[in-house]
């Protein structure tokens, strides 16, 4: 994310960087906090009233939003919000709504994902077929393009079985609960990790190709309903 940005202002790109910024910044303060909310919400369904007792049944963004996390969306496109405290005791099904309620952030930036990937193509079609201004395409379709991409980058990475994303709490759900909580007790220092992978760049690319097919698959469903009706 920060090689785009300085591509951006190296090749005098000065209207996609302010979009791309745009975009980073509706995903920071207005879909993070979805993230966060989706796991609130299904945990209190799920039988934890933690999360509304600490103030995230909300989709408030500075209830949510980790600034650390917040500088990693900006600079590599794969970044955090601040996690939702759960007790897995108070929920009804234990682990297995344990899992749920870490899948359910993920699930939420794939939604969210597939809508403004509907949304380019809808403005696509919308300027392929009337007079639409070619700046208003380019702007707006840019916008939700940039905002797709990284609600995807963010789906994956929080997939990843690495403590504290929400890929390791679904792992949970696998792993035997003594192996599981032994990993947790050196969760800093795998953070510190994974950062340091981010950073050189090891783990970012395999990331990216993984968020390229999640991207394709998005990119399919989106295009169905108006492939289905001639108008691609």
Known sequence: MLFDIMDYIRNGEYALLLVNLASIAFVVFCTSPVHEFAHAWTAVKLGDDTPRLQGRLTLRPMAHIDPIGAIMIFLVGFGYAKPVRVNMHNLKNGRKSFALVALAGPVSNLI?????????????????????????????????????????????????????????????????????????????????????????????????????????????????????????
């Open 112 to 232: 969210m994902a597939l809508i403004f990937t509907f949304l380019q193509t809808l403005i696509y079609v919308v300027a392929v077929n009337t007079s639409l201004p070619i700046v208003v395409y380019s702007v707006f379709g840019s916008f939700f393009s940039f905002a797709a991409s990284i609600n995807i980058s963010l789906a994956v990475f929080n997939l990843l079985p690495i403590p504290p994303l929400d890929g390791s709490r679904i792992a949970n759900l696998i792993l035997p609960s003594k192996f599981y909580f032994t990993i947790m007790k050196y969760e800093r220092y795998i953070m510190i990790g994974m950062f340091v992978l981010l950073w050189t760049g090891i783990l970012t690319i395999p990331l990216s190709l993984l968020s390229g097919l999640v991207s394709a698959g998005i990119d399919f469903i989106a295009e169905l309903p108006f492939k289905l009706i001639g108008l691609l």
